[in-house]
Nanobody, 114 residues
Framework: QVQLVESGGGSVQPGGSLRLSCAVP????????MGWYRQAPGKERELVAT???????NYVDSVKGRFTMSMDNAERSVYLQMNDLKPEDTANYYC????????WGQGTQVTVSS
């Protein structure tokens, strides 16, 4: 069974930073667009950022200028650098591979609170 393994979540104060990581199996890395999603309690899962196989990124408007998605070939990982975090960023964050069917990690919790 294919596994995506996220890490890097935690609790921070508003204005703080976190870096999420997602280890991707080598058989999938850079074959598909990858994404970071988040889901807050009582809300639908939301696409936060994507990165194509050529490294082109896109972001939801609410995180533009604060979040940066990247990938590392040597580590076969994708990352989400999150700066200037706000309470509304609190959610469980998931990485995904946009294959058919889509593949998901188990999620990592991010809590932004004073």
């Amino acid at each position: 069974q294919v596994q995506l393994v996220e890490s890097g979540g935690g609790s921070v104060q508003p204005g703080g930073s976190l870096r999420l990581s997602c280890a991707v199996p080598g058989t999938l890395f850079r074959l598909y667009t990858m994404g970071w999603y988040r889901q807050a309690p009582g809300k639908e899962r939301e696409l936060v950022a994507t990165i194509t196989t050529t490294g082109h990124t896109n972001y939801v408007d609410s995180v533009k200028g604060r979040f940066t998605m990247s990938m590392d070939n040597a580590e076969r990982s994708v990352y989400l650098q999150m700066n200037d975090l706000k309470p509304e960023d609190t959610a469980n964050y998931y990485c995904s591979v946009h294959s058919t069917p889509m593949l998901w990690g188990q999620g990592t919790q991010v809590t932004v609170s004073s």
